[in-house]
């Protein structure tokens, strides 16, 4: 079960720190995976990180997203910072390979 939280209404320019809570998987060994769907469109991926710490992003989050886990937490975080209005989205969390989607956190930036 993964459930995602942290988002809200910000203005453009300002940050938010998603978190998402993963139970019933052996959280530290899997990769985990960050998502997000904009109104209208496709679900995309944005930020990874595997059980070892190393991370990689899409370009759109590049240098303004930093993910990370808390092992002992079963949790992974999504800080972003400059946050823009095309980050208007609902932020999913999934394991790599995904399995059912949990709920999303819906991130509102306004101009």
């Known amino acids: 079960q993964l459930q995602a939280s942290g988002g809200g209404l910000v203005q453009a320019g300002g940050s938010l720190r998603l978190s998402c809570a993963a139970s019933g998987v052996i959280f530290s060994v899997k990769a985990m995976d960050w998502y997000r769907q904009a109104p209208g469109k496709q679900r995309e991926w944005v930020a990874r990180?595997?059980?070892?710490?190393?991370?990689t992003y899409a370009s759109s989050l590049r240098g303004r997203a930093t993910i990370s886990r808390d092992n002992a937490k079963n949790t992974v975080y999504l800080q972003m910072n400059s946050l823009t209005v095309e980050d208007t989205a609902v932020y999913y969390c999934?394991?790599?390979?995904?399995?059912?989607w949990g709920q999303g956190t819906l991130v509102t930036v306004s101009s």
């Open positions: 999934n394991v790599v390979p995904p399995g059912r």
């Open positions: 990180i595997f059980s070892d710490g190393k991370t």
